[in-house]
């Protein structure tokens, strides 16, 4: 690929689904590509560059998923974590009404990895775990994988970033490559379907403090990722965060949040006041 | 342990029973007297209504929250009726450059209703609205781009607006283009930018084209 043909993708990639990519993730970008076009026996970059804008076959979502590890493990994006417990409860904790629990909610959740981290890391990580009442609610649109979180079974390859103590501490082995997340955290969290585009469904759920919706956005078209996003800005309260996966940009969707921009990561936060335009 | 099961979670996710009609009177109200947060209530419930949109499009001229205006703008999306995409492009037209900003956005989040109205908003009087226009093809398939963005070039006169339809055809255009980019730039008193603007076009297009015709070989 050169640098002509470099740049129209990245203009592509950009335009579609909000990544940006610069000469320095070329490589990376070039490694995706040539993945995709052997996988889509395509002759040249022009013919796969016309495949994608035309997305023959879901080409679009293929190529995506080339570039977010489409698949979920227990501490996945760690530094979200590290900034869920450094910076955003700290910021919350300062907002919030006395008696409240803080509410964090993952969706899509899959089947479950992503809110039992969250309990997890909050538990080891942060010093005012207990002085907190804290909720933790998973959803996804897909019951299979609501039923399999509820369920909370995992294998080796789930649980790969967590040390054997972690591992001993929260789960109960159940064969030689398969183990149960404890009763105890299974029933501290709640599991519901939801859809992202349904209004009604959102805000049956309440307004959060912090919200997880992570390499999901960029899958939808232009105008389901607007009325996500509008969803989402109702589901959370005033000064709330949305946590976005490390390749999404809400700036490139929606003018209702605010970028903040702390040591672990980049986040969204709907203001605490009205903003005019 | 600290983690507590949320005593009103697990509420089933529903969408608001469809027999229950919104009370458009009411709704219209809350969005031309309310307070923010009921006009972008009040405007994200009229999103469901496509009878609405024309209503949704009045109360933007006069609604300076950004949240209203972003709920309208989601909501005429949403809907996505050649109403709604009318109603738009009017605000192409508008001398509010969030209004004019909004409403391409949106518009570009409905490319289905685009490759009608295109044509004739290419060729509008007002330059603006021509060199506006020209972003929105971006959406549709690199061959109809193509040629609408080339048409634009072979009559424009506005250098602003070439280098705009430049721009679309140095993303996704297709060899054709090439001809029609080197008038552009040969053209007497051409100004310098869009001379430079038509060279990364064409080198573009070019190492594309070049590269696939090494693989057909």
New interface residues.
Partial sequence: M?E??F??LC??IY?RTGMVFTEARRYYVERRVTERRSATNT?????Y??RL??DLDGEVEQFINAFTVNETYFFREEHQLRCLSGDLLARRIEARPAGR?L?IWSVPCSTGEEPYSI?IW??ENWPM?????????G?DIDTRVIEAARAGHFGRRALMRLSEPLIAKYFEPEGPESWRIIA??R????F????LV?????R???VFDVIFCRNVLIYF???S???A??NL??NLMPGGFLCLGHSESMSRI???FDVCRYADAIVYQRPRE???? | ??????K?????????DPRTAPDVAALKAALQHGT??ARRAAA?ALAGVPEAAGLLAAALAG?????V???I??GL??L?TGECADLLLALLRSPDA?LRGGALD?L???PARLPARLPALLRDDDPDVRLLACGLA?VL??DEATALMCAVLEREAEPNVCAAAVDVL???GEPQALPVLARCAARPGAPAFLVFATG?AM??IR???D??G???A
């Avoid at chain 1, 029933?187 to 709640?190: A, E, G, T």
């Avoid at chain 1, 009205?274 to 335009?277: D, I, K, S």
């Avoid at chain 2, 009103?8 to 608001?16: F, K, L």
Wanted: charge should be negative.
């Fill in positions: 050169n002509d043909e740049r129209r203009d592509f335009r002759a040249s970059f022009a013919a560059f016309a804008r035309r629990p509410r309990a909050l538990l775990v207990d002085a907190f009442e804290i909720e933790i609610v959803s105890e955290l029933n501290s969290i709640d519901t379907t939801v859809n349904d209004a009604a469904g959102m049956a759920h309440g078209d232009d105008a990722r607007r009325i996003a509008e800005y109702d929606s003018p209702l009205p903003r005019h335009g | 342990m600290p983690l507590i099961r949320p009103a979670a697990g509420a089933p996710a529903s969408s608001p923010p947060d994200r609604e300076e929250d950004i949240r205006r972003e709920a703008f989601t999306a949403g996505g969030g949106a570009a989040a409905m971006r398939a690199s140095a993303e996704l990364i080198r573009r190492a594309a084209s590269r696939a090494e693989a057909g």
